[in-house]
């Protein structure tokens, strides 16, 4: 099926997709960071990468709370914009195709994407914390404990697999 580059797998939480705000096929809707919809950004980080940011937001119309990362367009030179763009939008077809599936194993939603001049954002569900603060809140993990977590990613990376995705950026800090 694809390649996954910023597919959110957090602590045996894989994020995949539905079509709310995208089509499958269809391009990422265009909007300024202010106006990103239904939904609200704040300026509250909730980790950053290489290549994006997490910040949280809310639903307008539930307030609840969303995850939205926002992957900068001005790191990009200008002759590999194109390439990222089909990239993102890859990728979102293959988040919307995951979150298809009946067959999900600890899976969270995809709530939508939009797009600025300057950023391409996805909306996630949100969840309170991340396997890397829950790890260092704790000092240590029983090993029951550290074995769950384990066998939860495990199936979460089996899932993909058994769809024919890879993910190429599985690490603590990007699991829940």
Do not use: W
Not at 19 to 35: H, I
């Amino acid at each position: 099926m694809g390649v996954l580059n910023f597919l959110f797998l957090l602590g045996g939480v894989l994020y995949a997709a539905s079509t709310e705000l995208c089509e499958s096929n269809t391009e990422v809707p265009s909007v300024t960071a202010n106006d990103l919809g239904r939904y609200e950004l704040t300026s509250v980080v909730l980790g950053e990468g290489a290549s994006a940011t997490v910040r949280l937001g809310f639903d307008r119309e539930t307030r609840e709370k969303v995850a939205i990362k926002e992957i900068s367009k001005l790191r990009d030179q200008p002759e590999k914009a194109e390439k990222r763009r089909r990239a993102i939008e890859k990728e979102l077809d293959i988040l919307r195709f995951l979150g298809s599936l009946e067959d999900r194993v600890n899976c969270a939603v995809l709530l939508g994407a939009a797009e600025t001049d300057d950023s391409y954002f996805l909306v996630f569900e949100y969840k309170e914390a991340n396997l890397h603060s829950f790890i260092k809140q704790r000092r240590q993990l029983h090993e029951e404990e550290a074995r769950k977590l384990f066998k939860q990613l495990v199936q979460a990376v089996a899932f993909l697999h058994k769809h024919k995705v890879a993910h190429r950026d599985i690490k603590i800090e990007v699991s829940f």
